[in-house]
């Protein structure tokens, strides 16, 4: 037989030799096998070696990779004849605070006006401070999300400056200098 790079073949008799990607394709579909893998690369922490793992697509369409969107197929009937699935949206509006949450919170409001008459006198307000947190703990305990003092943390200030120490970048249309 000759070979599909014989120039000794005509075009016609080349086109109807079929392609090997498109026999492992076939192969791979009817063995259930992902036909998009994608690679990632493993590496052994303790030794170092990195191997390359073809992990399936995970398609949910049938036209990109049939078997994968078979699998996750089967999966979410299992699902939902196990139950995941919800019978009806959760509700999503907050319940009427009680007695004991609403009295937290106003008492731990006089104390937030009480440290912040003592600060503006100049005084300690350490024990206030201490207060103030306890009461917060009290407010979280009594099953209230949030809390009274805002931000307790410092919001994350991000950079775009360029450092000093780094290389001027080239201009456009400037040569690159290695």
Known sequence: MSTPNDRGLSRAERQRMPLALDIAVEIAKHNGVCIRPVVLRWLDTH???????????????????????????????AQCREGWHLEAEPATTPDEPNEEQRWLVEFCADMQAQRDAVEKAGDDTTDLDAILAGLD??????????????????????????????????????????
């Not at 307790?152 to 201009?171: E, I, K, M, V, Y």
């Open 47 to 77: 030794t170092g070696l990195t191997e390359d793992v073809n992990v399936p697509c995970g398609a949910t369409m049938d036209a990109k990779c049939p078997s994968c969107a078979r699998r996750n197929r089967y999966l979410r009937m």
């Open 137 to 178: 703990a009290e407010i979280t305990a009594a099953g209230m999300r949030g809390n009274l003092l805002g931000r307790t943390t410092a919001t994350r200030n991000r950079s775009t400056r360029r450092r000093q120490d780094a290389p001027d970048l080239p201009r456009k249309g400037e040569p690159r200098r290695d």
